[in-house]
């Protein structure tokens, strides 16, 4: 079989080819690439093997050389894994010998040595990732595919070349990759599964993730997130043991506990439906252009792609719920506090992880904390102060909150969801008609510190805080407007009737 138009046409190809014929070696596009051409999907990032000769080391990096000689481009070197890459009219592609690897059972380093283009195909993770164009003249574009890769593309499935519990057991990260290609490749039109065999394998071999570094886990993470589909991936990986790994809080979730006939909402499920709803709602958001991204300084620009931290904070916005839950006789089931202790988890998830501990862990960490706050808003009657309450801890993450917040309304009763939405709806108008009035997002108190030890002549000390809390308070209750003058009068009476200062310097 042999595909070349709208696919091997960019020169490169022809360029790689030339050069390999003329260094005496055989070069193949191989991968993600070649998958791509037959899902139509674009993709900029090319992978050529190279089958040596004898005398020349390193193919890879030799053929990379060559080539970018003979275009004048700029190649790095990797020799410690033998690969080497230059950017030519806009495509990254990176050269690697063919090579044929064994594993040490402790250790996802292989043990490599030159090898043929088979030889490579099948060390490769799954059949339709093994895939490869010839780009030899003789057969230009020819599919070179020996484990049925492109059977399996039509048919929707991810299977291993090899044995899937040897594929596994010597890179555990396959186990994920599997799951996130599930995830990443499905359309409405054309779903993607794991076969059987290869979900069983992954059942016998969770325990292995252990060997494997915390960024990798999460570099593959990230991808599902961003998916089409990341519930599916985390379903996936609840049901084959693989989430208990290195997310042991989720899996908690699971599962429904009954007293006295009566159960509570199975929580896993819900968090991942909230996934899902997340994914489109800010979709539809972006579309329509209602979300930004905030520069340091507040400024605003419309966001155009997914925030991969409001779906993290999705995951993780009920993992306070096992701590939290208590049966109360009559009552039933609580989870009073969760997002408290929700909040308190992400930091250390985070780092368990290796994941960032700056402003995204805060972002993930707000969010968490916050997520029940509009929800209150729709069962109690709406007041200014506890909106501008809302506006100003939330502060520019407000439209994510939100979206967050309206994904949370779940139910199998459709009337229930229907009713909350509605309500909702209600709050987001009272929110904006309190930021019409008073813009709190980038907030700062009218009273300095310095403005305060100045007028009274004072020292740095704790009083000047409480007054600037007072301050603060007295603005959000709606006690006195959001300007200087009523903040200074406010303050100084206050000054006076609880501290005994007066103005030395008026």
């Known amino acids: 079989m042999t595909i070349t138009e709208g696919y091997l046409e960019h020169p490169v190809f022809k360029l790689v080819g030339d050069t390999a014929r003329e260094l005496g070696v055989r070069a193949f596009v191989i991968g993600g690439y070649v998958r791509d051409c037959f899902l139509g999907r674009p993709n900029k990032d090319i992978d050529i093997v190279v089958e040596s000769r004898p005398g020349l080391e390193h193919a890879g990096i030799a053929l990379a050389e060559a080539v970018a000689d003979r275009c004048h481009a700029r190649v790095s070197v990797f020799r410690n894994f033998g690969t080497a890459m230059l950017k030519y009219h806009g495509i990254e592609v990176e050269f690697?010998?063919?090579?044929?690897?064994?594993?040490?059972?402790?250790?996802?380093?292989?043990?490599?040595?030159?090898?043929?283009?088979?030889?490579?195909q099948l060390r490769r993770d799954f059949t339709i990732n093994a895939m490869a164009f010839s780009l030899q003249e003789a057969d230009f574009g020819a599919l070179v595919d020996p484990f049925g890769g492109i059977r399996d593309l039509a048919a929707g499935i991810i299977r291993t070349p090899l044995d899937p519990e040897q594929t596994y057991s010597d890179d555990p990260l396959r186990m994920l990759r599997a799951i996130r290609f599930a995830a990443q490749l499905s359309t409405d039109d054309h779903a993607f599964t794991v076969?059987?065999?290869?979900?069983?394998a992954m059942r016998t071999m969770a325990e292995r993730m252990q060997i494997l570094s915390r960024e990798r886990i999460?570099?593959?993470?990230?991808?599902?997130?961003?998916?089409?589909?990341?519930?599916?991936?985390?379903?996936l990986m609840e049901d084959t043991g693989i989430l208990s790994q290195f997310l042991p809080e989720l899996s908690r979730l699971k599962g429904v506990e009954t007293v006295?006939?009566?159960?509570?909402?199975?929580?896993?499920?819900?968090?991942?439906?909230?996934?899902e709803n997340v994914m489109v709602f800010e979709r539809e958001a972006i579309a329509e252009g209602r979300l930004h991204d905030y520069d340091p300084d507040g400024n605003p620009t419309p966001r155009t792609a997914p925030n991969l931290w409001l779906r993290w904070a999705a995951l993780m916005h009920d993992v306070g719920k096992p701590v939290s839950k208590r049966y109360v006789p009559g009552q039933g089931w609580t989870f009073h506090g969760h997002e408290v202790t929700g909040a308190r988890l992400v930091p250390k998830i985070f780092d368990r992880?290796?994941?960032p501990l700056n402003e995204k862990m805060k972002y993930v960490q707000k969010l968490v904390s916050l997520h029940l706050r509009p929800i209150a808003l729709v069962d109690d009657e709406v007041t200014d102060s506890a909106v501008r309450r809302l506006l100003f801890d939330a502060g520019n993450d407000i439209e994510d909150l939100m979206i967050l917040c309206n994904a949370d309304i779940t139910s199998k009763n459709p009337a229930k969801v229907a009713r909350l939405r509605k309500n909702f709806e209600l709050v987001k108008e009272k929110m904006a008609q309190v930021e019409a009035k008073d813009y709190l997002r980038n907030w700062k108190n009218p009273i300095s510190g310095d403005y305060v030890m100045q007028l009274f002549g004072i020292e740095p000390c704790n009083t000047i805080g409480q007054l600037k809390e007072m301050v603060k308070n007295a603005i959000l209750d709606g006690e006195i407007p959001y300007e200087f003058g009523a903040a200074d009068t406010y303050m100084r009476k206050k000054a006076e009737e609880l501290f005994g200062l007066v103005p030395q310097n008026p």
């Open 260 to 275: 006295d006939g009566k159960g509570h909402k199975e929580n896993f499920t819900h968090t991942l439906q909230v996934l």
């Open 195 to 200: 076969v059987p065999e290869s979900l069983s």
């Open 353 to 355: 992880l290796k994941m």
């Open 96 to 120: 690697v010998g063919a090579r044929k690897e064994s594993y040490n059972r402790d250790s996802r380093k292989p043990i490599v040595e030159d090898g043929t283009l088979e030889e490579d």
């Open 218 to 235: 999460v570099e593959e993470l990230n991808k599902m997130l961003l998916s089409q589909h990341p519930a599916m991936a985390f379903q």
